[in-house]
T-cell receptor, first 114, second 113 residues
């Protein structure tokens, strides 16, 4: 158990809808990362927050947004969903904000867009 | 950002030592090298991290040559349960690679009986 909790585990929704994925980091970790993993794209870095502030942005679509709250949990919002958004979405947390702090991943949210 | 290159797949047998090499020619001074293991439908799991020379923990060793342009993850005496995808991740404590921890394609390791 990594200590990172993601909810829900599974989500099935229709195209055009909006969903929110939630992540609770390990106790004491200040950084939260979001990744998308689909069969043909591998693990894609979306965005990172550290102590409530956005720190780095990757290949995150404009239809997607995220935030980290004062209690350090994070939410990833996906809107105007398309079939291609179907994927596993992982959250990871770390103590620090750089690559010298190992990431601890949750078990992901599997999103299916129909 | 330091790009990583790994073999797409490797095969081994139970009880053998497995070495997976990752190439990262444009690694920056601040970058650390971290290896992760991922099983299907699970999040990657941290294995080991290093900056230079050799690091060993209870499950693996990490060898990093002086120029740091590559690294080798060594798994001693693998078992069937080590069948997984292994990722090499290079990222920094500062500079342009700060925070943008991008995974490569990984190496699919298959351990045979």
């Amino acid at each position: 158990d990594s200590g990172v909790t993601q909810t829900p585990k599974h989500l099935i929704t229709a195209t055009g809808q909006r969903v929110t994925l939630r992540c609770s980091p390990r106790s004491g970790d200040l950084s939260v990362y979001w990744y998308q993993q689909s069969l043909d794209q591998g693990l894609q870095f979306l965005i990172q927050y550290y102590n409530g502030e956005e720190r780095a942005k990757g290949n995150i679509l404009e239809r997607f947004s995220a935030q980290q709250f004062p209690d350090l949990h994070s939410e990833l919002n996906l809107s105007s969903l398309e079939l291609g958004d179907s994927a596993l979405y992982f959250c990871a947390s770390s103590v620090g904000e750089g690559g010298n702090s190992p990431l601890h991943f949750g078990n992901g949210t599997r999103l299916t867009v129909t | 950002l330091a790009k990583t290159t790994q073999p797409i797949s490797m095969d081994s047998y139970e009880g053998q030592e497995v070495n997976i090499t990752c190439s990262h020619n444009n690694i920056a001074t601040n970058d650390y090298i971290t290896w992760y293991q991922q099983f299907p439908s699970q999040g990657p799991r941290f294995i080991i991290q290093g900056y230079k020379t050799k690091v060993t923990n209870e499950v693996a060793s990490l060898f990093i040559p002086a120029d740091r342009k590559s690294s080798t993850l060594s798994l001693p005496r693998v078992s069937l349960s080590d069948t997984a995808v292994y990722y090499c991740l290079v990222g920094g404590a500062g500079g342009t690679s700060y925070g943008k921890l991008t995974f490569g394609q990984g190496t699919i390791l298959t351990v045979h009986p």
